[in-house]
């Protein structure tokens, strides 16, 4: 065996090479449609055995490549939504949301910055101040206040006990931040909501409109077998005009709900935040599951989940916190100062004539109240005495919006539920009917007034089946909403 020969079965005894043809996922772009990629590798190895495993790491390094599920890995279309991907895309851009956020941002902000109420704060002062004359006293004459004068002073303060304000605003701004977090929540689901609603419509849109080319293509077919009978003599002309009237009226209900699909697209894109001519296409979810929550139980999961509800407790507990915050004047406060002076009479601040101590501190503990301020603060507690009132009753009011809303979206689901199970089994009937009257008239043994009637049954059964899954999976959505329940599909 040749030296050639002997590198040759070296290296395939150590590593086989097959040739391979490579797919990912089982799919190819369009630039990989109507070709394979086989690999066919042959190596000279020399004798050596450090080259050999240079060649192996080669093939490896090759294998790693052609293995990457990014070659020839067909994308998907950016049109194509589902769900779950419009409610992201909606939540990544909605103006609503991200404003929100900034809320929570700017109640965390607060937040922080009442935290400096109960840290000491640290002041300077520099001042000078130029008199007329030199002050002069006494015998001989003995300088009191010179002519100009610098003093720099530093204060250190430090708030001991104010009425308890300090503490009951932080608590106060601590709600608040909790507030604008649920506000948040409260947008986001507000937002999923609408893009949920927005998608079914959509779906529904385009069912509608395959039901109207249906119902074009059907009465087409018609009004071209009654020309035909027309024309020998075996119907009269106004069997024909009135296939051809039907055929006219559905290709302008074909026009509105073509339309009718237009918008729904635009308002689909302009709730998630693209441009309002984009194509879209939603991935069709519109189907049925039987709906097995009770009502108790939904009510339950709203009393407990419902956003709004945890809002109006908060309100409440701000409320009591207000009333306190205002009790605060009945209460004296107490401050602790620390002082530092340095003087002179040149901006240098190294003393001078009339001025026997350059540098100077005390320690100023002040207590203060207001005693007498004709009822301010007896008035003050009253008026949030009252909106305390105010909030407990306003959180009354939403939790028996929250049942009303419940049983609206319940009651939705369970009717649209009956209509379906109601129109299903009319559809498949339609159908039949139909497929007999046709038979019927082209064997002259039924008018063309029972075959137009057969399809107007069928298009209207079809429409109220597509209308009640629309119905049912909009009033799903509701109802998750209305109990605050967070799902994205």
Same mark, same amino acid.
């Given at each position: 065996m040749s030296k050639e020969n002997r590198g040759r079965h070296s290296l395939n005894s150590c590593f086989h090479i097959p040739t391979f043809e490579k797919s990912v996922n089982g799919e190819l772009d369009e630039q990989c449609n109507n070709k394979h990629m086989q690999l066919q590798l042959q190596f000279h190895c020399p004798s050596t055995k450090y080259s050999c495993f240079v060649k192996i790491l080669f093939v490896v390094f090759v294998f790693t490549l052609v293995g990457r599920? *990014?070659?020839?890995?067909?994308?998907?279309?950016?049109?194509?939504?589902?769900?779950?991907? $419009?409610? =992201?895309?909606? %939540?990544?851009? #909605?103006?609503?949301?991200? =404003?929100?956020?900034?809320?929570?941002?700017a109640a965390r902000a607060n937040k922080k910055k009442l935290i400096s109420e109960f840290l000491p704060?640290?002041?300077?002062?520099?001042?000078?101040?130029?008199?007329?004359?030199?002050?002069?006293?006494?015998?001989?004459?003995?300088?009191?206040?010179?002519?100009?004068?610098?003093?720099?002073?530093a204060?250190?303060?430090?708030?001991?006990?104010?009425?308890? $304000?300090?503490?009951?605003?932080?608590?106060?701004?601590?709600?608040?931040? !909790?507030?604008?977090? %649920?506000?948040?929540?409260?947008?986001?689901?507000?937002?999923?909501?609408?893009?949920k609603k927005a998608c079914f419509e959509l779906l529904q849109t385009e069912k509608l409109e /395959?039901? =109207?080319?249906?119902?074009?293509?059907?009465l087409k077919a018609h009004a071209k077998v009654a020309k035909n009978f027309y024309e020998v003599g075996m119907i009269p002309r106004n069997d024909l005009l009135k296939a051809e009237v039907e055929l006219a009226n559905a290709r302008q209900d074909l026009v509105v709900a073509e339309n009718n699909v237009q918008l729904a697209m635009s308002r689909f894109n302009t709730l998630v935040k693209r441009p309002i001519d984009a194509p879209v296409s939603v991935e069709d979810v519109m189907a049925y599951e039987p709906f097995t929550r009770a009502y108790e139980e939904?009510?339950?999961? +709203?009393?407990?989940?419902?956003?709004?509800?945890?809002?109006?407790?908060?309100? &409440?507990?701000?409320?009591?916190?207000?009333?306190?915050?205002t009790r605060k004047d009945y209460y004296p406060s107490i401050d602790l100062r620390a002082n530092y002076y340095k003087k002179g009479d040149s901006p240098k601040l190294e003393g001078g004539a009339g001025i026997p101590d350059s540098e100077?501190? !005390?320690?100023?503990?002040?207590? #203060? *109240?207001? %005693? *007498?301020? *004709?009822?301010?603060?007896?008035?003050? &507690?009253?008026? /949030?005495?009252?909106? %305390?009132?105010? +909030?407990?009753?306003?959180?009354?009011?939403?939790a028996d919006n929250i049942r009303q809303q419940i049983k609206d979206a319940f009651l939705g689901v369970k009717e649209?539920?009956?209509?379906?199970?109601?129109?299903?089994?009319?559809?498949?009937? =339609?159908?039949?009917?139909?497929?007999?009257?046709?038979?019927?008239?082209?064997?002259?043994?039924?008018?063309?007034t029972e075959v137009l009637d057969a399809q107007t049954l069928l298009t209207k059964t079809q429409t109220n089946h597509f209308n009640a899954l629309s119905a049912f999976n909009i009033s799903k959505a509701e109802l998750d909403w209305a109990m605050g329940v967070e799902v994205a599909e």
């Open positions: 599920p *990014w070659v020839c890995l067909a994308q998907r279309p950016s049109n194509v939504f589902t769900i779950r991907s $419009s409610i =992201a895309y909606a %939540l990544r851009h #909605s103006t609503q949301v991200l =404003a929100s956020k900034q809320e929570v941002v704060k640290l002041s300077a002062n520099y001042m000078y101040k130029r008199l007329d004359e030199e002050r002069v006293s006494g015998t001989p004459p003995t300088v009191i206040s010179p002519e100009n004068f610098y003093q720099f002073s204060t250190l303060h430090q708030p001991i006990f104010s009425g308890f $304000s300090s503490l009951t605003q932080y608590k106060i701004s601590s709600l608040g931040h !909790d507030v604008a977090r %649920l506000l948040e929540r409260q947008s986001r689901q507000g937002l999923i909501l609408g893009v /395959k039901v =109207a080319h249906q119902a074009v293509t059907q939904c009510v339950e999961i +709203a009393m407990r989940q419902r956003v709004e509800m945890r809002i109006a407790d908060l309100e &409440v507990e701000m409320a009591e916190k207000e009333v306190r915050l100077e501190w !005390d320690v100023v503990a002040t207590a #203060s *109240w207001d %005693l *007498w301020e *004709w009822g301010k603060t007896h008035y003050g &507690v009253k008026e /949030k005495l009252s909106r %305390l009132a105010q +909030a407990r009753l306003n959180r009354t009011e939403i649209a539920e009956n209509n379906i199970l109601a129109v299903r089994k009319a559809v498949e009937q =339609a159908k039949e009917n139909f497929r007999m009257s046709e038979e019927r008239y082209k064997e002259q043994v039924a008018t063309s």
